[in-house]
Nanobody, 116 residues
């Protein structure tokens, strides 16, 4: 069983920055590929960024490339999403996700609101 808990969301002005964190349970966190998704009001959930177990980013959504950075600290069982130059269209609930064997695990999400 894996539990994921996101934090760090909030209200920020356009052009500002936020850092999201996702704390994971499980002694094998270092083996997990971790992913950030987001879902804006009225839109489908979309992949934002993904990172492998060694800490190498695997991919970013085109809309966030150059502005967002995914990273992880396996000693702290935590994955981060550094978000810079935020835009109103980044407003969404951000979710942490991992898949272990055949099971999918999602956090409850953290809301990011970017005002213009």
């Amino acid at each position: 069983q894996v539990q994921l808990v996101e934090s760090g969301g909030g209200l920020v002005q356009a052009g500002g920055s936020l850092r999201l964190s996702c704390a994971a349970s499980g002694r094998t966190f270092a083996n997990y590929i971790m992913t950030w998704f987001r879902q804006a009001p009225g839109k489908e959930r979309e992949l934002v960024a993904r990172i492998n177990s060694a800490g190498t980013p695997l991919n970013y959504a085109d809309s966030v490339k150059g502005r967002f950075t995914i990273s992880r600290d396996n000693a702290k069982n935590t994955v981060y999403l550094e978000m810079n130059s935020l835009k109103p269209e980044d407003t969404a609930v951000y979710y942490c996700y991992t898949r272990l064997y055949t099971s999918n695990y999602w956090g409850k999400g953290t809301l990011v609101t970017v005002s213009s």
